[in-house]
């Protein structure tokens, strides 16, 4: 599966927003978004003196936005889509709470790394535990009840210690419980629309997919 491996910044740059891709760089006048608000490239400055953007581009920039917020590649975006869709309920907001309860978006969540990509590799390398069990799978949905840990033997990293130290996401959502001197968590309940701190309009999503 390909993925992207150029500067995380340039992604922020293109959708003229921060993606937080790159942890507490993102909080700091270092962040490009902050010194340069356009695309990157030569023509990035007379974007914003372009042509007014139809519904189309409208949808699939909102699509672009939330898909690389979340690190996930289109086949994996779409299929989370295909999957909410047969859930009851309003399916912009099933797609932002099936995003939300990923494992890597709840370490991350719960501060044990200071981006998603960062939760990724941690899950990946086997230094997280749900309820106790190893899970190495960083789309593994989490429902509510289950715990999340960093495994005890991995609780010194140097990157887990650095992530905890971090007020990179500000406060905690209100759907997680955290023990910071355990590196664990809980997901108390599930994530309602107003409890997702990200700016999106999911709505755009649901129309692009539904064309």
Not at 91 to 117: H, M, Q
Request: glycine letters at 8%.
């Amino acid at each position: 599966m390909s993925r992207y491996v150029g500067p995380s910044c340039r992604l922020c740059r293109r959708e003229g927003t921060k993606l937080f891709l790159k942890g507490t760089k993102c909080l700091t006048e270092k962040c490009p978004v902050e010194r340069r608000a356009y695309p990157a490239g030569q023509h990035g400055q007379n974007q914003g003196r372009q042509r007014k953007a139809s519904e189309y581009a409208k949808q699939l920039r909102e699509k672009q936005k939330v898909k690389r917020m979340y690190g996930l590649s289109e086949r994996q975006f779409r299929n989370t889509f295909a999957a909410v869709t047969r859930e009851p309920g309003v399916k912009g907001t099933n797609l932002l709470v099936a995003l939300e309860t990923r494992l890597d978006n709840i370490v991350y969540r719960l501060g044990f790394a200071a981006s998603r990509k960062a939760a990724r590799q941690l899950i990946g390398h086997g230094h997280v535990q749900v309820n106790g069990r190893r899970v190495d799978i960083a789309s593994y949905r989490v429902v509510p009840g289950e715990e999340v840990r960093v495994s005890p033997e991995s609780r010194e990293l140097l990157s887990v210690k650095l992530a905890q130290e971090s007020a990179s996401r500000g406060a905690p959502v209100s759907w997680l419980s955290i023990d910071q001197a355990k590196a664990a968590g809980r997901l108390v309940e599930r994530p309602t629309r107003e409890t997702i701190p990200i700016n999106a309009q999911e709505q755009l999503i649901v129309e692009l997919y539904s064309k």
